[in-house]
């Protein structure tokens, strides 16, 4: 059985996307999320909360909030910001897919393992760039979702889930 494309990201005399997804998850600490908000019916707060529930640090980013505490946590207006204070391992984004540009160039200076955009967000310009800057993007995935399936073995590294 042939893998899945959403599953096959693997790049020739690297890991599978689904090994390097498992990696990532287990070997992460710290989330800053782009978008965070303090509205528990959305879900940048449900996925943020959740993951903060199974033991990542939470990092809000939001220029609206900045200042406040979301998840009791000091919301930051920026990456750089954030950055200066906390090493950020994944940028988990909650924005539009045309915000992604300018968001994986900040991220760049900020040097995470992972740009994650949610699910719907897929920009190839952004995840190119990251990419080239030595990241690992995941694109159109939900991190709570992709964290059960890895990491409470549902997956158990089969390519074609």
């Known amino acids: 059985m042939m893998p899945s494309p959403a ?3 693997s790049l020739e005399g690297k890991p ?14 710290t989330i800053a999320v ?3 908000s303090p509205k528990v019916h959305r879900a940048s707060n449900g996925v943020a909360a959740y993951m903060q529930a ?10 609206r909030e900045a200042g406040k505490m979301l998840l009791g946590q000091y919301c930051y207006a920026s990456l750089q910001e954030a950055a200066v204070h906390h090493q950020i391992d994944i940028v988990d984004c909650f924005r539009n897919t045309d ?9 760049i200076l900020v040097a995470p393992r992972c740009l994650w955009m949610q699910s719907g967000v897929i920009n190839n310009d952004a995840a190119s760039i990251a990419e080239e800057a030595g990241m690992f993007v995941v694109m159109d995935r939900c991190l709570k ?5 890895y990491l409470s073995n549902l997956c158990q590294f089969n390519e074609s889930c």
């Open 7 to 9: 599953c096959n990201n």
């Open 34 to 36: 782009v978008g965070l």
């Open 99 to 107: 915000d992604m540009l300018p968001i994986a160039l900040e991220a």
């Open 16 to 29: 599978s996307f689904a090994v390097r997804l498992h990696q990532l998850l287990s070997e992460s600490k």
């Open 145 to 149: 979702i992709e964290h059960q399936r």
């Open 54 to 63: 199974v033991g990542y640090r939470i990092i809000p980013v939001n220029p």
